[in-house]
């Protein structure tokens, strides 16, 4: 639903705010220490996108789809942890009917990734 400049995402808050965490955590447990860690949410033509970008050292591109399945962890990979994370905030944004991209940020090295819920009520052009 679009109000003014809003964008109102209809959810879960539990599955919303466990997917946030995972998308934090990840960024500041796989990143050296130092890296900046930003979380935006924005109105991308009617469509809310909620975004965690780092500054350190990314995903190669061939991985990024892969990272997404459950228990995949690259080769060299120092941080503890399952490999589910990821997974999980896959489907949590299926749940919400929203896309789940890992991408370059704009600027500079890192990762941004990003969920874009979908804009049912959107105005068509
Ligand atoms: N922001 C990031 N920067 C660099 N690598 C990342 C980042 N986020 C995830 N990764 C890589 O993707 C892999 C999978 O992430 P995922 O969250 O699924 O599992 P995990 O963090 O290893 O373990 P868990 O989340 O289950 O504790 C990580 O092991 C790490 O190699
Ligand atoms: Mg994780």
Redesign the pocket.
Known sequence: MIEGNEVVVRGNPGLLRIMLR?LIE??V???PSGTVVQTNVANEQGAGCLSVS?N????PEQEREK?MERF???LG?QAS???????IVKQIAEIHAAALRIVSPDVGNG?RVEVIFSAPNAKKP
């Open positions: 995972n990840n960024a447990n796989h990143t780092d350190g050292p990314g995903i990272v995949y962890r690259p990979t942890g399952s490999g589910l994370g990821l997974s990762l």
